[in-house]
């Protein structure tokens, strides 16, 4: 899970995103440097934290992937608050290696391929446009709820009618330094371990 802070952009805030929501109709509550975020269903989408840098010890300018530590410093304020939320956020990586188990051509489309994608707990099916994708690849795959380097946020979709739960990932969307510039995602070798995290 990601949580963004950026104190020259929007000043010493905490932003813990957990679900998009209609700004015209969501509520704020603010307890100490805590405000949490509710929609008109009275369920958390969020929290921002004022005052980040005297709460906590791990910010970083930009996107902060939450570790168990991080997470322990955030509910020790809630806790200080006397906040008794359930903070319990999937802390699994969002970037992972995945292997290629199966492609075929997308019925609708004829740019597009239905991949069966095995990325260690489970097969996802991915909608991917690539030319360079194939059955065999070890590659990088964003899952559902994680954050690209450009600030898209992958949730599961249909194109053209099918099911798409993730994204093949390019080394230019990983952010890569030295990102190829031909069109296609990112093939690694066979000594990647599928399902363990990528970090970018």
Known sequence: MDVFYNADGIGDVLIIP???GDRYQIQ??????IVRITDNQNKVIGYNIF???????FLQTGKITL??????????????NRIDDELNFDLSPKFVIGYVKEKRQHENADKLSVCQVDVGDKVLQIVCGAPNVATGQHVVVAKAGAT??????????????????GMICSQKELGLPNA??????Y??????????AFNI
């Open 28 to 33: 704020h509550q603010q307890i100490g440097d």
């Open 187 to 196: 093939v690694l070798d066979d000594s990647y371990e599928i399902g363990s």
């Open 148 to 165: 690209m380097p450009s600030g898209l946020k992958i949730k599961p979709t249909e194109l053209r009618g099918v099911p798409s739960n």
């Open 180 to 185: 190829l510039k031909e069109k296609g995602i």
């Open 18 to 20: 957990l679900q998009e």
């Open 51 to 57: 005052q980040a840098s005297t709460h906590f010890s």
């Open 67 to 80: 570790t168990e530590e991080m997470l322990a410093e955030i509910k020790q304020l809630f806790e200080a």
